[in-house]
T-cell receptor, first 115, second 112 residues
Framework: EPEVTQTPSHQVTQMGQEVILRCVPISNHLYFYWYRQILGQKVEFLVSFYNNEISEKSEIFDDQFSVERPDGSNFTLKIRSTKLEDSAMYFC?????????????FGEGSRLTVL | AQSVTQPDIHITVSEGASLELRCNYSYGATPYLFWYVQSPGQGLQLLLKYFSGDTLVQGIKGFEAEFKRSQSSFNLRKPSVHWSDAAEYFCAVGAGGFKTIFGAGTRLFVKA
């Protein structure tokens, strides 16, 4: 069964460092997303990506964040200068249908710890 | 603004007992509604979804949910809970645009 894969599963970094989280969405999906979940809190929408551009982003997704689809398979989330409050589980998701109408397929997440 | 409320932070039920997890949403139009389950250390998996039509929808693992427009609710039910159902459950609404909004989650504990 096709699945979304994420790397790394866990990353520890120093405050101020750049971090890149990687995702391989399901191959025939067209819509890609990043969500984050701070420990014990709700799953929060960060950004959606379609047709090689950001289609929607939340207020959390500020200038420190960027996304890219550098080739036909990978979808990355970059945090330029990490802060302590960026510590969270980051989930990549993809869907075949657009927007809030389609089922999201989630990866197992990348846990980011900022020290 | 669109929102999802799950009033119960955690629920404990005995194995074999019935389960109902509550979800209320706020959305101006007809919503697309989802329930996802998250086992420890895992991503989220779709249990079921409602787009239109029959207001009682069946999902995987024996779960069902009922859409009640008058109450803005989409409660999840299961007639007999198994120990393997212990997990966190998220209600979500497809809010148009390109995002899905999640509730805060309800953690289910199952006791023997």
């Amino acid at each position: 069964e096709p699945e979304v894969t994420q790397t790394p599963s866990h990353q520890v970094t120093q405050m101020g460092q750049e971090v890149i989280l990687r995702c391989v969405p399901i191959s025939n999906h067209l819509y890609f997303y990043w969500y984050r979940q701070i420990l014990g809190q709700k799953v929060e929408f960060l950004v959606s990506f379609y047709n090689n551009e950001i289609s929607e982003k939340s207020e959390i997704f500020d200038d420190q964040f960027s996304v890219e689809r550098p080739d036909g398979s990978n979808f990355t989330l970059k945090i330029r200068s990490t802060k302590l409050e960026d510590s969270a589980m980051y989930f990549c998701a993809s869907s075949g249908g657009g927007g809030g109408t389609g089922e999201l397929f989630f990866g197992e997440g990348s846990r980011l710890t900022v020290l | 603004a669109q929102s999802v409320t799950q009033p119960d932070i955690h629920i404990t039920v005995s194995e074999g007992a019935s389960l109902e997890l509550r979800c209320n949403y706020s959305y101006g139009a007809t919503p697309y509604l989802f329930w996802y389950v998250q086992s420890p250390g895992q991503g989220l998996q779709l249990l079921l979804k409602y787009f239109s039509g029959d207001t009682l929808v069946q999902g995987i693992k024996g779960f069902e949910a009922e859409f009640k427009r008058s109450q803005s609710s989409f409660n999840l039910r299961k007639p007999s809970v198994h120990w393997s159902d212990a997990a966190e459950y998220f209600c979500a609404v497809g809010a148009g645009g390109f995002k899905t909004i999640f509730g805060a989650g309800t953690r289910l504990f199952v006791k023997a």
